[in-house]
């Protein structure tokens, strides 16, 4: 007979069983449940709703499960439809009838989302982990790199000078973001929901703050309702998750372009690359393509959530249920995607002179001839006509702005002197940006800085 089968007369029918039963994906929040089983326990002895030896009684058996099930030598069953029943049972059937009042003055409903909350908390420190070598990666590439110039892109045309460091830097900001991002999660999320009993919370005097404490959580639910109908962290963490899955589908974009024989900005270590089963020049950048590709499962895992919670009314659904294995699927996915990302990054080689040399076209120190004539004493308006009408001529006659002779140069603008030439050099046009955040390598070592620093405190 079920644990809840009391008012029953019939066996659920099996495919409904199966159906309905969650213990072949809920099982790998054991080691939570467990846990909170423990705290709720010794909870329930101190303030005498069990006696204190039957606390204790409880609380070995639970170590003696969680040993066995580490061990494999306990089978999870769908008979017993979720990891909070298969425990119960497991419990009962070592230590007895005493098993049974673990269950006292709690439901399955504030069960569930304790043991959500600890996995999640638990995965979030994690993901984070993954970060911060992704962040390690970016990091040694900026360092290796502040003075590669190349160009930066806007509408995917070369628009302005910066350097490779720079561009890493870029990306760094974004992941720094995802950071941040899940802390708040994290920090929104840090509430104990136990106690809150099925919807309306207990008769027993419960002390939920030893429980929040025991357990390492920052306060207790407010209310019980919304205690067990709460699905909000699981939704907030899947758009962290996505939108870090956005950026990291941005940066290998970027990556998959860059190690193409157009650009060959950056070539693949062999590590992280494929070959064709057909054509034997191949080198693809496979790794760097799954990831951009696993951004839309993470998507649907969030689109799922927020459509199942769409129109549930208060308090716990049965609907609730699928919240776990989009919530886990989407964890998987961001684990392993990290776990790739950062090693790929960190052995690709970046090829200075492509850089260099695609900085060379494209006439991306227009701006900064604009710039120029601004300093002589222009509106930056004419300034910005005059230099529109020498990329014209350049462009008709395949030359670039630096290649012009200075006569020809004066011919559209008077202001040109002999100095225009030093300021159209791309090293200069990169290091008089020392606006801060900007490309010159002052700049870039100080993100750096900042970077390595914040590393280093997340890391403390």
Not at 341 to 363: I, S
Request: proline letters at 3%; aromatic letters at 8%.
């Amino acid at each position: 007979m079920k644990l809840w089968g009391g008012r029953f007369t019939k066996e659920t029918d099996k495919v409904a069983n199966d159906f309905q039963a969650s213990i072949h994906f809920d099982q790998r929040m054991y080691k939570e449940d467990i846990t909170g089983s423990m705290a709720h326990a010794a909870m329930l002895g101190r303030q005498g709703i069990i006696t204190k030896e039957d606390a204790d009684t409880i609380i070995a058996g639970l170590a003696e499960v969680l040993a066995e099930i580490e061990e494999g030598k306990l089978e999870f069953t769908s008979d017993n439809e979720d990891i909070h029943m298969n425990v119960e049972t497991f419990l009962t059937a070592k230590i007895g009838a005493t098993g049974k009042r673990l269950h006292t003055a709690r439901s399955r409903n504030d069960q569930v989302a304790l043991d959500m909350r600890l996995y999640v908390k638990k995965e979030i420190c994690a993901i984070q982990d993954g970060i911060l070598d992704a962040l390690d990666a970016l990091m040694e590439q900026a360092k290796a790199h502040p003075r590669a110039v190349m160009p930066a892109y806007t509408h995917l045309q070369r628009a302005q000078p910066v350097t490779f460091g720079h561009y890493m830097l870029a990306w760094s900001e974004m992941l720094r973001r995802d950071f941040t991002r899940l802390s708040d999660c994290y920090e929104r999320m840090d509430e104990l929901p136990l106690g809150a009993g099925a919807c309306a919370s207990t008769t027993y005097p419960l002390d939920r703050r030893s429980v929040a404490d025991e357990l390492g959580f920052a306060r207790i639910t407010g209310n019980s309702l919304d205690a067990v109908s709460d699905r909000d962290y699981c939704i907030e963490l899947l758009s962290a998750l996505s939108i870090l899955m956005m950026h990291l589908s941005r940066m290998c974009e970027e990556l998959i372009m860059w190690c193409s024989w157009e650009f060959r900005f950056v070539e693949m270590d062999e590590s992280y690359s494929t070959g064709s089963s057909i054509m034997p020049q191949k080198k693809n950048p496979d790794m760097a393509e799954l990831i951009r590709g696993k951004t839309g499962r993470v998507y649907g895992d969030l689109m799922g959530l927020l459509t199942v919670m769409k129109s549930l009314p208060l308090a716990y659904n049965k609907d609730m249920q699928e919240d776990k294995e989009g919530v886990y699927d989407a964890i998987d996915t961001v684990k392993i995607c990290l776990e790739v990302f950062a090693p790929m990054v960190a052995t690709m080689t970046v090829r200075e002179e492509n850089l260099r040399a695609a900085a060379g076209h494209g006439f991306i120190n227009a701006t900064d001839a604009a710039d120029y004539l601004v300093r002589q004493g222009l509106p930056f308006r004419d300034a910005y006509t005059a230099v529109g009408k020498l990329v014209a001529y350049c462009s008709q006659n395949g030359k670039l702005l630096e290649e012009l002779p200075l006569s020809t140069l004066r011919e559209i603008s008077p202001a040109f002197g002999e100095d225009v030439y030093e300021a159209l050099s791309l090293d200069t046009c990169v290091n008089d940006r020392r606006v801060e955040g900007g490309p010159a390598e002052a700049s870039v070592m100080a993100q750096i800085a900042r970077l390595e620093k914040f590393i280093e405190d997340a890391r403390a």
